[in-house]
């Protein structure tokens, strides 16, 4: 089994596990108290903090250890907000961040403060011009990741860092993806990390604070990390972070070329062997392991199951995957394609042999499930006819038959099916009408809203706009 899934977790790293077991046997006490063994024990944690500031180029004494990523991310963010209430209730976030930044967002939001979400453009990168006119005089922080978790984008983090520098607003970075690849450049404020994703275990996450930021933890607290993570800290499991850390480190330059030669060929190679696919993201500003791609007549939880019983293990944005009508917030802020959406995020020692292997894999793995659906795509990007008794029905005489070929305006009617149900209906009735004819899609699925222009993009149809639950898409003069 290939476990192409490195973007959400990574199993422990051999250094992480040496240092966790040799510290569960000397680090067990409480390291508050004066005692020889509380003196061990705060000798490991002095030491892990040392070495996990050095990776992020800060002071050890700017940095916290928390019980998660996420916990990290919820305490950096209302730290900020609380300690800089006076000077504004304004909370800017790119649209494609992650969803513990959302939800924080979200929870300010209703608390009374002031959310703004900055837009992406198709590669999911924001533009920091954009940026600096969100700010405004009543900013109190900004958020904004290092490097996307979905697709890959890397950020302009230092450019917007002295942008929100230069305002006086301090600027939160979520450095989960690319810590494992280096530090972050340029003078942010407030940054995060968490140590599963850089074969670290689970539970810890990182926390630094820049001396001169404003910051006051919210809740309550006590004497441990600075007031950030209170209770009793799990030292071994922060020992083996701060080890793991560094270990990558030392690997990332070489190993990060070698996996970007490998993402590169991945890249190239999946639009041809895959008809009617689109590789998104930045091509060229991206973490050096993953990429994700989309493919038209696909549900993707399908995909995800037959790829499994292949031996590989991946991800996946696709509304049909998410347990939600709703196509990830990433690839909706992106305007790009979410059906059929496959995450390839390479660990480190992943072989070439298993990446041949996946690309001859994925066009069986692709074309079975669209055979199931009745999708057979042909050229051109319609799909075939196969499959047409679906509930999906193109409206036409008082028995819902098709209306004669030729016909100028047709309405398919998709109201009550899923993603890709709509596109596939869609690509199968754009060939009953002549070039310059309408085709109304009636479909009340959220990932209508996305993949239906994006199949448009990608077949050179024209979009013409949507009311309610009606789609207009006009085949083009070349289709």
Avoid at 162 to 189: K, M, N, R, T, Y
Wanted: charged residues 25%; glycine residues 12%; negative net charge.
């Amino acid at each position: 089994m290939s476990y192409f899934d490195a973007a959400s977790s990574l199993p422990l790293h051999p250094v992480a596990r040496q240092a966790l077991l040799a510290a569960v046997d000397e680090g067990w006490a409480d390291p508050a108290r004066p005692h020889r063994e509380g003196r061990r024990a705060r000798m490991l944690l002095d030491a892990a903090r040392e070495t996990a500031a050095e990776a992020l180029e800060c002071r050890p004494d700017e940095l916290r250890f928390t019980s998660s990523g996420t916990q990290a991310l919820h305490t950096g963010i209302g730290g900020a907000l609380t300690a800089r209430r006076r000077a504004g209730r304004r909370l800017v976030v790119s649209a494609v961040e992650h969803s513990a930044v959302l939800h924080a967002g979200e929870a300010h939001e209703r608390a009374g403060g002031e959310l703004h979400r900055v837009g992406v453009d198709r590669t999911g990168r924001i533009d920091a011009q954009e940026w600096a006119r969100a700010l405004a005089d009543d900013c109190a922080l900004a958020c904004l990741q290092s490097a996307n978790h979905e697709v890959g984008t890397v950020q302009p983090v230092a450019r917007v860092a002295e942008v929100c520098a230069e305002a006086g607003v301090p600027l939160l970075v979520d450095a989960a993806q690319s810590l494992p690849w280096g530090p972050v450049e340029g003078p942010w404020s407030v940054l995060t990390g968490s140590a599963h994703k850089w074969g670290g275990p689970p539970g810890v996450g990182l926390l630094a604070v820049r001396k001169g930021v404003r910051f006051a933890p919210p809740g309550p607290v006590d004497e441990r990390e600075y007031g950030a993570a209170p209770g009793f800290g799990n030292i071994p499991a922060v020992v083996a972070a701060a080890a793991s850390l560094r270990a990558v480190r030392a690997e990332a330059e070489a190993e990060g070329a070698r996996l970007r030669a490998l993402v590169d060929r991945i890249r190239a190679r999946v639009p041809g062997l895959v008809p009617d696919t689109e590789v998104v993201g930045d091509p060229v500003r991206r973490l050096p392991h993953l990429v994700t791609f989309s493919c038209l007549y696909v549900d993707g939880e399908a995909l995800l199951h037959a790829l499994d019983a292949a031996g590989f293990s991946v991800s996946s944005g696709s509304s049909c995957t998410s347990g939600t009508l709703a196509p990830s917030h990433v690839l909706r802020a992106m305007g790009v394609l979410s059906e059929g959406n496959v995450r390839v995020s390479l660990p480190p020692g992943t072989p070439e042999s298993e990446v041949d292997r996946f690309l001859q894999v994925l066009p069986g793995a692709v074309g079975d499930v669209r055979a199931q659906l009745g999708a057979a795509p042909a050229a051109g990007g319609a799909a075939g006819a196969a499959g047409q008794d679906r509930d999906a029905a193109v409206v036409g005489d008082a028995a819902g038959t098709a209306p004669p070929e030729g016909t100028d305006e047709i309405t398919v009617d998709a109201r009550g099916t899923l993603c890709p149900l709509p596109v596939i209906e869609l690509s199968k009735a754009v060939g009953r009408v002549p070039a310059g004819g309408l085709v109304r899609v009636l479909a009340d699925d959220e990932a209508a809203r996305l993949d239906i222009p994006a199949w448009c993009e990608m077949t050179g149809h024209a979009f013409e706009g949507a009311e309610g639950v009606e789609y207009r898409v006009r085949r083009s003069r070349d289709g």
